[in-house]
């Protein structure tokens, strides 16, 4: 069956500009997830959401940051005037059953920040 | 806090020969132990995971090893492939967030 699909595969921005990052979850899975992954790094946690809503957000940097899952299928991470320093890829990853099941991650979506 | 961590960055082995990659975790909250494998370009593959109340699990030719009183994970391969040559990251699971340790380059020569 079909994975995590991540668009676009690449984003180049220049500072200060805004973004828009979108996740398609495996078909049914209830919890997604984003990541954020430096180069050399593994990847960070950033939100966690079971069906529509937020259950962890607590790996935001700051308000610059925001993501949605508004029908608990498809999700988008939105980051508000960006900043070199956002440069990463960005992956996502859904689970069936919540945060007891495995997590299957998408390809990412690499970010960079001119 | 926690931090999940490795101790050798990279390794390198002979096809045929077995792979041991180890990482060292301090979260005892954690119930799961993942093992994922990362190819240049891609998102990480889920390889094997390892519930906090196991020591062995195993699976087609990997094995984990979970040593809590050390506080240790291990992935064993098995007769290791040059399709095997990759980055590996423990990760440990709270909550059913992941935190990742830095990876291991796995090189595997023919």
């Known amino acids: 069956g079909a994975g995590v699909s991540q668009t676009p595969s690449n984003k180049v921005t220049e500072k200060g500009k805004y973004v828009e990052l979108r996740c398609d979850p495996i078909?049914?899975?209830?919890?997604l997830y984003w990541y954020r992954q430096s180069l050399g790094q593994g990847p960070e946690f950033l939100i966690y959401f079971q069906g529509t809503g937020a259950a962890d957000d607590s790996g935001l940097p700051n308000d610059r940051f925001f993501a949605v899952r508004p029908e608990g299928s498809v999700s988008t991470l939105k980051i508000q005037r960006t900043e070199r320093g956002d440069s990463a890829v960005y992956l996502c990853?859904?689970?069936?059953?919540?945060?007891?099941?495995?997590?299957?991650f998408g390809p990412g979506t690499r970010l960079t920040v001119l | 806090g926690e931090s999940v961590g490795l101790h050798l960055p990279t390794l390198s082995v002979q096809e045929g020969d077995n792979s041991i990659i180890n990482c060292a975790y301090s979260?005892?909250?954690?119930?799961?132990f993942i093992w994922y494998k990362q190819e240049s370009g891609k998102g990480p593959q889920f390889i094997i995971d390892i519930r906090s109340n196991m020591d062995k699990r195993q699976g087609q030719r990997v094995t984990v090893l979970l040593n809590k009183t050390v506080k240790h994970l291990s992935l064993q391969i098995a007769a290791t492939q040059p399709g095997d040559s990759a980055v590996y990251f423990c990760?440990?699971?709270?909550?059913?967030?992941?935190?990742f340790g830095q990876g291991t380059i796995l090189t595997v020569h023919p």
């Open positions: 990853a859904s689970s069936g059953q919540g945060s007891t099941d495995t997590q299957y």
């Open positions: 078909s049914g899975h209830t919890a």
């Open positions: 979260n005892s909250a954690s119930d799961y």
């Open positions: 990760a440990e699971r709270s909550y059913g967030k992941l935190t």
